[in-house]
Every structure is written in C-alpha cells, then in structure tokens.
C-alpha cells in the first residue's frame, strides 16, 4: 500500500516489483542453491504460497484492518490474524498432497545422493506460520502509515480551507471600512476645495485599482503596498490644516518581497483618526525598516483627551480583523505591541513580521 496519488500506475508499479523482490529472495531464491533437479511442482506450490501470501497482505490491507484495527476492534483482529497463520500451513500441505509433492522431492533428493529428508512436522508448519505473520505486519504497518497520512494531508486541506476562507472573510472587512472612512473625508473636501477633492478621487482610484487587480492573490509585493500607503497618506493631508505634522519613512528595497496586502494600512487610518487636532499641534510618524528577513513597522501619533479612552482601548474593526489576519498568516513570526506613552502622550504602535526564504525574491 504504497500511496503514490497523482500517478497510480506507479503504485502498481512498485507492488509488482515489491512482490517479485519478496518472492525471489523467499520462495524461489533458496532451493537454487540446493544445486538439484527440482520437479516443476515444487515451483507450482511456491508459486501458490506466494498467491496465498499476496491475498492474506491485500485482504489485511482493505479489509482487516480498516474493519477492525481502526476501529478498535483489537481482539477480534488479533483473532483473525492467528487464524490465517495457522491456516495457512494445512492449505499449503492439501496443496502439497495434491501435486504428489512429497514423494517428488523425495526422489529427486536421491537422483543427488541425499537419502534421507528431514521431514517436517504433520501439524504445524513454523515457516508458514511466521511468513503469514510477516506479511500481516507489514501490510498492517503500510495501511496504517497510509492512513495517517491520507488523514495529516485531509487535516491540512480542510485547515487551508477554513484559512482561506476566514482570511477572504476579514479582507472583506477590512476594505469596505478603509473606503467607508475615505469617502467621507473625501465629501468633506468637496464642501471646501473642488480641485483637490479630483485629485483625491484620482488617487482613491488608483488604490482602488490596486487592491481589485494587484492583491487577489492573497500577496503583494512590498513596493506596490508601500506605493498604496504613500497614497493614503497624501490623500490623508489634504484635509489637515497646518496644526498637523505627518512623516514617512519608508525602507530602502535592495530585496524586494510579498506581503499579506492590507496589513499596515489599519494601524495608519488609526494614527489619522486619533491623532489630529484642529486647536493642537499633533505629530503622525509612520516608519517601515526592512532589515534581511525582519520588516519593522512604527506608527506614533498624538493623543488628545477627547481621543484618549478610545486610543488606549484601541477597537474598531479594522484593527481587530487585522490582528487576527497576523495570526493567520504569520503564526509565530510576528510580534505586535500598542500603548500610549505617559511622558510624551503618545500613541505607539510598534509590528514585526519575519518573512521566510519563499517570501523573498531579487527585485532586479
């Protein structure tokens, strides 16, 4: 029971050469070397114990133990299996007496000068017996391996699945927010400047265009998603007045790589959310730093009383979704801290993603 999915002639392949290694080593290779003329019934009987061998492997394979063994039914598989045994050898003796075969050995023992055999017990063929149990063991330990991993790689799929799904679920989300929120500050511009409120309909468009076309693959390349942000940043300050500073940093991309798209952008609309003011100055610092394999985010922004229980409660479903798309996604290879600082009254976020060897590419 060699599972070999995609190609199942190979499998058939492989039993076939599995069987005639087994049978060339165990029933035909051995009385060659007796260096004598056998009758063609002695190779009629191994050839028989071999298809009695083969039937006792597929019939433990198929029926036996996915019956009994996997279903814990462990006493009556045991039962069984003894019964073969031992069944086995008073077959192979009927078989025997059928072909005359005994007396045929017996004679062609002499034609070489052996006169007397040792003969076998009349009950109870040993070697029969642990060459049943043999192949019972291993037929047994294939179809449980096979098993195992039919079931790890059925686990993994429904795993993916459920990912997949939950994944496209909290996409779904997220979007529908990001562009709710957008729009509004886009028809707030339009009571007040017309000219910008085109460009920043123009830049929606573009983002809008990235995130149908660009991300539908579940990733992204670094540069385009960091693109997408300085979008949302420059359409982000056209509605603030000069009370605000706002900074960006991006790294500098010697390697490119893919990313979960709409990872970084939550964390940013929070910083713009809370962290303006019309009568204060305020101060929003976004920063990324790519270093090999670790890809740091920091957004610090301002908090004001009226924004404060909110900020240290830090909700809302962008954040919360996104969260949980960092555990799908980058199970154990990202860390996440956001507070609010006491002496500076600031609001800190602070991401780490390590990305592996696959999510890395030359960006020449």
Do not use: C
Request: proline share 4%; charged share 20%; glycine share 4%.
């Amino acid at each position: 029971m060699i599972p070999v999915k995609s190609r199942p002639y190979i499998a058939i392949l492989l039993h076939v050469l599995m069987w005639t290694l087994f049978a060339s080593v165990l029933l035909f290779y051995l009385p060659l070397t007796w260096n004598i003329s056998l009758p063609y019934q002695f190779w009629v009987k191994q050839a028989f114990i071999l298809l009695i061998l083969v039937v006792v492997f597929y019939l433990n394979s198929f029926i036996l133990v996915p019956a009994l063994l996997l279903k814990n039914k462990n006493l009556a598989f045991i039962i069984i299996v003894i019964a073969l045994s031992f069944l086995a050898g008073p077959l192979v003796r009927a078989i025997d007496d059928s072909l005359q075969l005994p007396d045929l050995m017996e004679q062609a023992f002499k034609k070489n000068g052996i006169i007397k055999l040792s003969k076998r017990g009349d009950k109870i063929d040993v070697f029969i017996i642990m060459v049943t149990l043999m192949v019972v063991g291993i037929s047994t330990s294939i179809t449980l391996i096979q098993k195992w991993q039919a079931d790890k790689q059925e686990r993994e799929a429904l795993e993916k699945e459920r990912i997949g799904s939950e994944l496209s679920f909290l996409k779904a989300q997220i979007n529908p927010h990001f562009f709710f929120n957008t729009l509004n500050n886009i028809y707030a511009l339009t009571h007040v400047d017309i000219e910008n409120s085109r460009r920043a309909l123009h830049k929606l468009s573009r983002m809008m265009r990235y995130l149908l076309y660009d991300t539908q693959a579940g990733i992204t390349p670094l540069s385009k998603e960091i693109s997408f942000i300085v979008d949302y940043i420059e359409l982000m300050k056209l509605r603030l007045n000069d009370m605000t500073t706002v900074t960006f940093e991006g790294p500098l991309i010697r390697q490119d790589m893919h990313i979960a798209p709409m990872l970084f952008l939550p964390y940013i609309e929070n910083a713009f959310k809370h962290g303006i003011s019309t009568t204060a100055q305020s101060v929003i610092a976004i920063e990324l730093l790519l270093e090999e394999k670790v890809l740091t985010m920091t957004v610090k922004n301002s908090v004001f009383n009226e924004n404060g229980a909110t900020a240290d409660g830090y909700g809302g479903i962008g954040l919360t979704n996104t969260k949980r798309r960092l555990d799908l996604l980058y199970p154990g290879r990202h860390t996440f801290s956001a507070a609010k600082t006491a002496d500076t009254n600031e609001f800190i976020v602070h991401l780490t993603l390590t990305l592996d060897d696959t999510e890395l590419h030359s960006s020449r």
